[in-house]
């Protein structure tokens, strides 16, 4: 029997048997620890598939739990979209990101009931609960789900009026030249859009928690200048875009504010404006100063650039007019001349005509107004709360953005590179919500490249000259070996 026992086949089979039995361990394990922890890397320069930094403010912050329900068939959780993302690889981040974020995956034919419960009547609905209340997504892409997310965290919505009646960019326009993108990233960040006419109106409606003067092409009248100043003066807020040789008397306005709008026409000499079709006459911006709008451009490392079409320059007055604080926000590169001598053949400086660069393209001033005093005093007794009076006597703050340009921000250029964050930032930032001063979700479907004239010189000969004629050569050398 000890022999049997020790028989090489016994032994070889023994140590079989234990090595099948590790492995089946280990494959236990780790499905285990992949079912526990459903972590991803993306290698991806950009990041397009991690979750954004305005995403991950949110979920940090968040102050209750929250669920994300998505309703499908089961075999369409996994199936990815024409980015290659599934709706589960997308929710996933939700819940891998925050303990406070839970994400439950419904088939409606599986479980009726419960979508009858949650009134859900279609394939692929999102839905997303934060204390009891509920927003549908309209999709499960990250900027959807964060939208909703936005709406449920803010409660009720502010409104950001546009002045029309000059030739602004029409919210309703969805040409080259229209608002309508903006106009919608506006409405998705949980704002109500409203379009004003001081012509019609002579008034700011009191609803208006910022205004948007968006390029006119025909002067404000001086009663409309008078309106839009005591406005700001009273503690309003201002995004103010003047385009090139446009509107003098907002020029003038902005003035009284701290913001010097120049009339010249910024250049820029590297070449970047061709990849978008402008030539000179579109400069990058990718020098940023300190500011809640412009601080995540910088604070990921390399800075996120922005486009700035037929744009003047825009300077902090100096000094800065009594009470206010001005600040600049962005510049362009060293490559670049501010000019009035716009008809020129060749982009050469002219230190008598020009500015040489950097640039600055835009400025945010603040000043402090001081709040009414109550009209009687608080009876003894009443109700009211310390906090409630601190913040009742708390000054009041104008807010202004000038920018030496409205087509930064218009269907044509508002998709390009960092241009809606940038935009975002600044209707964010004017309505007090810095909680969502943010770089936002990205599309992976646009992912614009971006390079120098000589990258593209390069690019150009590589590709369509050097590839050719390497193929070329090598056809030649192998047809002459073997004659």
């Known amino acids: 029997m000890s022999?049997?026992?020790?028989?090489?086949?016994?032994?070889?089979?023994?140590?079989?048997?234990?090595?099948?039995?590790?492995?089946?361990?280990?494959?236990?394990?780790?499905?285990?620890?992949?079912?526990?922890y459903n972590k991803t890397y993306d290698a991806t320069e950009a990041k397009l598939y991690s979750l954004s930094d305005q995403t991950l403010k949110i979920l940090n912050d968040l102050p209750s739990d929250a669920t994300i329900y998505y309703f499908n068939r089961r075999m369409d959780f996994e199936r990815p979209d024409m980015n290659g993302v599934s709706p589960k690889a997308s929710l996933t981040r939700y819940d891998n990101a925050s303990s406070k974020v839970e994400v439950d995956y419904v088939d409606p034919d599986a479980n009726p009931e419960r979508a009858e419960l949650m009134n859900v009547r279609t394939y692929g609905t999102v839905?997303?609960?934060?204390?009891?209340?509920?927003?549908?997504?309209?999709?499960?892409?990250e900027e959807d789900v964060t939208n909703a997310l936005i709406k449920l965290l803010k409660g009720e919505e502010k409104t950001a009026c546009i002045l029309n009646g000059h030739g602004e960019a029409a919210p309703s326009d969805t040409e080259a030249l229209g608002f309508s993108v903006a106009r919608e990233a506006i409405q998705e960040a949980n704002y109500k859009v409203q379009d004003v006419s001081l012509l019609e109106n002579p008034q700011i409606p009191p609803a208006c928690s910022l205004v948007i003067i968006a390029g006119p092409s025909t002067p404000l009248l001086e009663p409309e200048i008078g309106i839009v100043r005591d406005y700001v003066n009273g503690g309003g807020r201002l995004l103010l875009m003047i385009d090139h040789a446009k509107s003098p008397e907002l020029a003038t306005l902005a003035a009284e504010w701290g913001a010097q709008v120049n009339d010249d026409l910024v250049l820029d000499t590297t070449g970047i404006g061709r990849l978008f079709g402008g030539g000179p006459v579109v400069p990058l911006a990718m020098d940023y100063?300190?500011?809640?709008?412009?601080?995540?451009?910088?604070?990921?490392?390399r800075p996120t650039p922005t486009l700035f079409p037929l744009t003047r320059s825009v300077n902090a007055a100096e000094p800065a007019p009594a009470g206010w604080d001005v600040q600049e926000l962005l510049k362009t590169s060293p490559n670049s001349l501010a000019t009035k001598d716009y008809d020129r053949e060749e982009i050469v400086p002219d230190p008598a005509k020009d500015t040489e660069g950097?640039?600055?393209?835009?400025?945010?001033?603040?000043?402090?107004?001081?709040?009414?005093?109550?009209?009687?005093?608080?009876?003894?007794?009443?109700?009211?709360?310390?906090?409630?009076?601190?913040?009742?006597?708390k000054d009041l703050e104008a807010r202004v953005v000038v920018t030496g340009t409205s087509r930064f921000a218009r269907n044509s250029a508002i998709g390009s590179v960092g241009n809606r964050d940038l935009f975002m930032n600044m209707v964010n930032w004017l309505a007090s919500d810095e909680d969502l001063i943010s770089i936002r979700p990205k599309d992976p479907a646009s992912t614009p490249m971006e390079m120098t004239e000589s990258q593209m010189r390069w690019m150009f000969l590589g590709l369509v000259l050097g590839l050719p004629l390497v193929i070329v050569i090598a056809g030649v050398r192998t047809w002459w070996l073997r004659r």
Do not use: C
Request: aromatic letters at 6%; proline letters at 9%.
């Open 3 to 36: 022999n049997w026992m020790q028989s090489r086949q016994v032994r070889e089979g023994s140590y079989s048997g234990a090595y099948i039995v590790v492995v089946l361990a280990i494959l236990v394990a780790v499905n285990w620890l992949a079912n526990q």
């Open 127 to 141: 839905l997303v609960e934060v204390a009891g209340r509920r927003e549908e997504a309209k999709s499960p892409n």
């Open 289 to 301: 100063e300190s500011h809640p709008i412009t601080q995540p451009f910088i604070s990921g490392g």
């Open 358 to 393: 950097p640039i600055n393209l835009a400025v945010a001033a603040v000043h402090e107004v001081a709040a009414p005093a109550p009209a009687e005093p608080p009876a003894e007794g009443d109700d009211a709360k310390p906090a409630d009076s601190e913040q009742k006597a």
